[in-house]
């Protein structure tokens, strides 16, 4: 799962929570890592290019498998519901793309960006997301 973070009013009070609230699920990603619209443009783009067929858009949440986006939450989907139900979405999705047999608590293959308020590069991020 990739998170693209950003500074609007949804991303703090909606999005971020929301990602908080769903990592505490028991079925969840694997791995995380982040990155932060605005704040480092070339991680934004780089994270970016897994979401084809969406336009730009942050606070926004895509889901990954073997490095093919599965699900999207893009912010049209944010910023209008409450971090609970933002969680319960995340959670729905980590349900139906994260559940296997052999790794019932991770995601194969997923990279999680996980919504802070920190920027981090790209390259962090991965280094990140290898060491959860």
Known sequence: MIVVN????CAAG???PGVALALQHHIRPERVAT???GGDT???DRARTYFKGYSPSSPSVGLL????????LERAQIENHT????AATLTAAFDKFCAT???PYGCPSVVVAMLSGAAMSFGEAQLLATQI
């Open 42 to 44: 070339e991680a934004t």
């Open 101 to 103: 047999a052999i790794q």
């Open 65 to 72: 498998r073997n490095g093919q986006l599965v699900f999207m």
């Open 35 to 37: 990155v932060f619209a």
């Open 83 to 86: 971090a609970e139900q933002i």
């Open 6 to 9: 950003s500074v609007c009013g």
């Open 14 to 16: 909606k999005a971020r």
